[in-house]
């Protein structure tokens, strides 16, 4: 198993500036784009707070989901890959942030979603620590 090291990287990552997007598709490329006049311009939101917008031509409907309470969302990049599995591994983080807009294929957003639950499992985490803490 790899050592992971994870350290501090602009010196301005401690505003809140990240606007972090988790869209279910896999992206080929590794630049930037302009993500605020291709997507964000088109954005509409509904009456239920639920976010509609298009990528590459399909209907993605979404959510805007703020980190559980105690943790903090950080960008981490790593500039140098390991040539094997077991080779250490430096990440540094570039930006933090206090909310998410994840996204789904022509469906609404629900508690069902893999991601909402993933998010509902660091406060279920949390609560069972605290509870085998207690019984010693």
Not at 36 to 64: H, Q, V, Y
Not at 118 to 135: G, H, N, T
């Amino acid at each position: 198993m790899a050592t992971i090291h994870i350290q501090s990287g602009k010196s301005n990552y401690s505003k809140n500036n990240s606007k972090i997007q988790h869209i279910p598709c896999k992206v080929f490329a590794d630049c930037d784009a302009n993500v605020s006049k291709f997507f964000d311009e088109n954005l509409k939101e509904d009456t239920e707070n639920t976010l509609k917008a298009s990528f590459r031509g399909c209907t993605l409907e979404g959510k805007k989901k703020d980190v559980p309470k105690g943790y903090v969302g950080v960008v981490l990049q790593e500039t140098v890959r390991p040539e094997t599995e077991k080779d250490e591994r430096k990440f540094y983080i570039t930006n933090k942030f206090s909310d998410i807009t994840y996204w789904n294929w022509d469906k609404k957003p629900s508690k069902n979603d893999l991601f909402i639950k993933a998010m509902d499992w660091m406060d279920i985490a949390e609560v069972l620590i605290l509870s085998v803490a207690c019984s010693y």
